[in-house]
């Protein structure tokens, strides 16, 4: 027999079955118990994860201020190799990669 013979053989006797009722103390009983361990129930809703709306307004603020700031200042960035030139780790790296090709 076939993987897929026995697969569907398998999915034909799972349909054959009948659903059984649960007694409806059961669940009577489960709701009790979720009520009192505190989880939620269909007539409780489940609290909200979000931070309070003021929070929530406030980051918003600080972030248009921030962007609209960014896009205001006039200061340009320097060039890279102005920026480069203004630390000696640069340039010894840089001397470091001239001898390196000088060799090669």
């Known amino acids: ?3 897929m ?4 053989a398998f999915e034909q006797r799972l349909q054959a079955l009948k659903p059984r009722e649960l007694p ?7 709701l ?6 505190g989880l939620p ?13 003021w929070l929530m ?3 918003g603020g600080a972030l248009a201020a921030t962007v609209v700031l960014r896009f205001l200042t006039a200061e340009e960035p320097l060039p890279a190799r102005t920026r480069m030139a ?19």
């Not at 009790?32 to 361990?37: I, K, L, P």
């Open 5 to 8: 013979d026995d697969m569907e």
């Open 57 to 59: 307004w406030s980051w």
């Open 24 to 30: 409806p103390q059961w669940r009577e009983e489960i």
């Open 86 to 104: 203004q630390e000696p780790v640069f340039e010894e790296r840089a001397a470091l990669m001239q001898a390196l090709v000088a060799q090669n």
């Open 1 to 3: 027999m076939k993987p």
């Open 32 to 37: 009790d118990n979720c009520s009192a361990s």
């Open 41 to 53: 129930t269909a007539a409780k809703p489940a609290p909200s994860m979000l931070p309070p709306r």
